[in-house]
């Protein structure tokens, strides 16, 4: 984005803005609900094997924990470091208010988050080994889940289904090492190649004879969970970008949906949609309210953002305006 900044103008330039915003959601909502996901069907989840939701919890901790202290580190560099830029011009989010404020003081609060589970859970959190350990992790789950794999599935699609209330039959999870589907766009950097390379799912919303699908495909189930989420976040975040024309979305699409920048998204989105949850009512249905939210123009959806951060009372206000 910022080597053709001269190039966007400030209409463009606020739906890129805003589908980056989009982005943290998703991902915020997917990194979030994927720590405990398995707990929502943790009797069922017994019932194939006792020992997978203790295994569920160490892996989708050390999904995230490799950001701080795994290989990702040497991909991507200190997510601190990172954080500490937005206020140079080439930094890719200098441009979004809210991320070059708040970024960093997001990001710390999904470390400390991720931290502390890993503390409670007894998850691996030494520098070197998180990496390895994930790897045995995503293993012996592999090896375990070999037999069970239509049950998972569905118990993958009922966790959603009680989160988001979106039917089960409109959601597709498959476990398989056969991931890739739909439009998957090419890395633009070298970094991005090499993240490429290491992915273990992919989640996505495709059309079907009119009607839209959630496709999560994944290795194993903290990461089918994760995808599933992601992929539920974006269906209904797509009312926020469905009235944009082909070129607009186009450009807007090039601009923000880059592989570099999910782990980002992931480390600043976790902590703003845990913010986000706290000022949402209760009594309201999570999917509807999301809707209202990203049906807003991009400066008030900005607005909302900031008193989420800032002004959690405001925040409730506002959203109960919508």
Same mark, same amino acid.
């Given at each position: 984005?910022?080597?053709?900044?001269?190039?966007?103008?400030?209409?463009?330039?606020?739906?890129?803005?805003?589908?980056?915003?989009?982005?943290?959601?998703?991902?915020?909502?997917?990194?979030?609900?994927? *720590?405990?996901?398995?707990? *929502?069907?943790? $009797?069922?989840?017994?019932?194939? !094997?006792? %020992? #997978?939701?203790?295994? /569920?919890?160490?892996?989708?901790?050390?999904?995230?924990?490799?950001?701080? @202290?795994?290989?990702?580190?040497?991909?991507?560099?200190?997510?601190?470091?990172?954080?500490?830029?937005?206020?140079?011009?080439?930094?890719?989010?200098?441009?979004?208010?809210?991320?070059?404020?708040? =970024?960093?003081?997001?990001?710390?609060?999904?470390?400390?988050?991720?931290?502390? @589970?890993? @503390?409670?859970?007894?998850?691996?959190?030494?520098?070197?080994?998180?990496?390895?350990?994930?790897?045995?992790?995503?293993?012996?789950?592999?090896?375990?889940?070999?037999?069970?794999?239509?049950?998972?599935?569905?118990?993958?699609?009922?966790?959603?289904? %009680?989160?988001? =209330?979106? +039917?089960? /039959?409109?959601?597709?999870?498959?476990?398989?090492?056969?991931?890739?589907?739909?439009?998957?766009?090419?890395?633009?950097?070298?970094?991005?190649?090499?993240?490429?390379?290491?992915?273990?799912? /992919?989640?996505?919303?495709?059309?079907? !004879? !009119?009607?839209?699908?959630?496709?999560?495909?994944?290795?194993?189930?903290?990461?089918?969970?994760?995808?599933?989420?992601?992929?539920?976040?974006?269906?209904?975040?797509?009312?926020?970008?469905?009235?944009? $024309?082909?070129?607009? /979305?186009?450009?807007?699409?090039?601009?923000?949906?880059?592989?570099?920048?999910?782990?980002?998204?992931?480390?600043? =989105?976790?902590?703003?949609?845990?913010?986000? #949850?706290?000022?949402?009512?209760?009594?309201?249905?999570?999917?509807?309210? *999301?809707?209202?939210?990203?049906? #807003?123009?991009?400066?008030?959806?900005?607005?909302?953002?900031?008193?989420?951060?800032?002004? +959690?009372?405001?925040?409730?206000?506002?959203?109960?305006? #919508?």
């Amino acid at each position: 984005m910022t080597s053709k900044a001269n190039t966007i103008n400030d209409a463009l330039l606020d739906q890129i803005n805003k589908r980056f915003t989009l982005n943290l959601l998703i991902q915020g909502a997917a990194t979030h609900t994927c *720590l405990t996901a398995h707990h *929502l069907v943790a $009797d069922e989840l017994s019932e194939i !094997d006792p %020992s #997978l939701v203790r295994l /569920y919890d160490r892996t989708a901790i050390g999904m995230f924990m490799i950001q701080w @202290r795994g290989d990702l580190v040497l991909v991507q560099g200190r997510p601190a470091k990172f954080w500490r830029k937005t206020h140079k011009r080439r930094h890719p989010f200098h441009r979004h208010p809210l991320l070059a404020l708040h =970024g960093g003081e997001l990001s710390e609060g999904t470390r400390r988050h991720i931290f502390e @589970r890993a @503390r409670r859970k007894g998850a691996c959190r030494l520098h070197g080994w998180v990496t390895f350990n994930l790897l045995i992790m995503v293993g012996r789950l592999m090896w375990k889940e070999r037999r069970h794999k239509r049950a998972l599935e569905r118990l993958a699609a009922k966790a959603v289904e %009680s989160i988001w =209330g979106i +039917p089960a /039959y409109r959601l597709e999870p498959s476990l398989t090492m056969d991931t890739r589907f739909g439009h998957i766009r090419i890395p633009k950097s070298l970094g991005g190649m090499a993240l490429s390379t290491g992915v273990a799912g /992919y989640g996505g919303v495709l059309r079907f !004879d !009119d009607a839209f699908r959630v496709i999560a495909k994944a290795w194993v189930w903290p990461i089918l969970s994760h995808e599933l989420v992601k992929a539920t976040t974006e269906l209904v975040c797509l009312h926020g970008i469905n009235t944009l $024309d082909d070129e607009t /979305y186009r450009q807007v699409m090039n601009h923000t949906d880059r592989i570099e920048f999910e782990n980002r998204h992931m480390q600043a =989105g976790a902590e703003l949609w845990r913010r986000l #949850l706290s000022v949402i009512p209760d009594d309201k249905p999570l999917a509807q309210t *999301l809707m209202h939210i990203v049906r #807003l123009e991009p400066k008030p959806l900005e607005s909302l953002m900031f008193a989420v951060v800032k002004d +959690p009372d405001w925040a409730r206000e506002l959203i109960a305006s #919508l």
